[in-house]
């Protein structure tokens, strides 16, 4: 069933004065009576201590060879009728063991059970309790900060909900009133807002049959004003809907180009790849003609076994990483940023690369501070494989590998440094190219593929980190990689 947008403003504005006044109303009641308990809290706190400073007195100036509780038991009703008088209320004085030793109430005049909140007096702390129309408030007693029982105050509250009852009805008749009222004017003041709303509704129909505007549908100074006018500035711009069309003609022929450009590039990628799968297809065949000539050669048959296996990992490995390189443009939704502690991640990486370094006579060093990253932790894991096994692959044995970070401002900055071969300045610019390697003969020696770099370079990127090339020579080579820090924002 439709529901017209009058009926559904009268409900919604009903339901938002019905609201106001009734949260209103709570809050300031709720006010009330959380004034009227502090400042009641406050005067029976006063009244027990003046109950207390007068016990102490009359301790103090009686018979010093009473104790305490022989000092409650002969002077206790006296005091509690005298501190009853000074108060106003009606007083009740309790020894340690919670026995009465003095009252102020009538005799014959019904009690109530106040055992559970007395027992918070006698352990030293303010009680109170609410029965009917009174208060029974509980304060202990001390002399010399030795506690020797507690005193009670009946404090009548009907003068206090009597007030609130009071201020109860002026809410209901006076709220009642001023919702009826409120409801009336804003509905009248709606009712002409969605008349308004239902012209611009017709006014659209009409365009959207062809019929298009020759005037302002009305006039206002407001954003239902601005918004005739722009109903009818748009049905006379409909015309010029040619430039829009020209103006996608002209972005449609700029794609054109870019995939003439991206399809150049992808033909050039697939030479590169038939060029580097040449190499070690050549090499395994060689060894396949081989070993179908001289079968009965234990040791060729032992090199060939070891060089196919090689050049098979090595287009294994090269497959793996043109597919990752691949993906990373046309699935990026496949990322998963979160946060991530980079030292366990760099640690943990570290402990399992150690092995390798070991094997080619390498010490694997780390000095990684604390710090936490948005990115994806996966692709974080490829970027420093990469980069570790590159400065292990490419050292001389007894060489040092080192792993370090440190934050600069907001970024988190991992040194990858290795001894070794160097990298020459005309190579720098091409490292993170696909395909390229600075030394041919040692990439194929160590099984490199040229396509780490550019791997780690693209998903540093997805990450919104930079990777570089900071520093080589002779001595030591160092990879930077920068990551902006997690912030709470």
């Known amino acids: 069933m439709k529901i017209s947008l009058k009926a559904k403003m009268g409900l919604v504005l009903a339901f938002l004065i019905i609201l106001t006044v009734t949260v209103l109303s709570v809050l300031v009641l709720k006010g009330i009576e959380t004034n009227q308990r502090d400042q009641l809290e406050s005067e029976l706190i006063q009244k027990s201590k003046a109950a207390e400073q007068t016990i102490h007195q009359s301790y103090v100036t009686g018979d010093p060879s009473l104790n305490t509780d022989s000092f409650l038991q002969q002077k206790g009703q006296r005091l509690a009728s005298s501190i009853a008088s000074q108060s106003g209320m009606q007083t009740v004085l309790y020894n340690q063991k919670g026995q009465e030793a003095g009252s102020s109430i009538p005799i014959g005049q019904k009690d109530v059970d106040v055992s559970d909140t007395l027992s918070y007096a006698l352990k030293g702390k303010i009680a109170y309790q609410i029965s009917g129309s009174s208060l029974i408030y509980f304060a202990p007693v001390s002399i010399d900060n030795q506690l020797i029982g507690a005193i009670r105050f009946d404090h009548s509250l009907k003068n206090n909900q009597q007030f609130i009852a009071d201020i109860r009805h002026l809410f209901r008749t006076w709220g009642t009133i001023a919702a009826a009222a409120a409801f009336l004017i804003g509905y009248a003041y709606f009712y002409r807002i969605a008349s308004l709303i239902a012209s611009l509704q017709k006014t659209s129909q009409q365009i959207r049959k062809g019929r298009y505007l020759t005037d302002l549908p009305f006039k206002r100074r407001d954003e239902l004003g601005e918004l005739s006018q722009g109903l009818f500035f748009m049905s006379t711009s409909i015309e010029k809907n040619i430039d829009q069309m ?11 180009s870019k995939l003439q450009s991206l399809e150049q590039q992808q033909k050039q990628f697939i030479g590169n790849i038939s060029h580097e799968f040449k190499t070690p297809l050549t090499s395994i065949k ?17 090199d ?22 691949s993906a990373l443009e046309k699935y990026d939704f496949e990322q998963r940023p979160e946060q991530v502690e980079l030292k366990r991640l760099l640690e943990d990486i570290c402990d399992r690369m150690k092995g390798k370094a070991a094997k080619f006579d390498l010490t694997l060093h780390t000095n990684i501070k604390e710090a ?13 494989i990469n980069l570790i096994d590159n400065a292990i692959k490419y050292n001389e044995p007894g060489g040092k590998v080192e792993v370090t970070s440190y934050t600069l401002e907001n970024s988190i900055i991992v040194d990858v440094a290795n001894t070794g071969i160097g990298i020459p300045p005309e190579a720098e610019e091409k ?15 160590s099984g490199g593929t040229g396509l780490g770099l550019a791997l780690a370079k693209d998903l540093t990127e997805k990450q919104k980190g930079v990777i570089k090339l900071h520093h080589s020579d002779s001595k030591w080579t160092i990879f930077k990689v920068s990551f902006p820090l997690k912030t709470e924002k």
């Open 246 to 256: 020209n103006e996608e003609k002209r972005k449609l022929e700029f794609a054109i």
């Open 286 to 302: 060689a060894y396949v003609d081989l070993l179908d000539m001289y079968r009965d050669d234990p040791q060729l048959m032992e």
């Open 304 to 325: 060939g076994v070891q060089n196919i296996r090689k050049e098979t990992n090595r287009l294994h490995e090269m497959v793996d990483k043109i597919l990752k390189l």
């Open 372 to 384: 936490v990253v948005w990115a994806d932790r996966e692709s974080l894991i490829h970027i420093f």
């Open 431 to 445: 490292l993170f190219q696909p395909f390229f390697t600075v030394n041919k003969d040692r990439s194929r020696l």
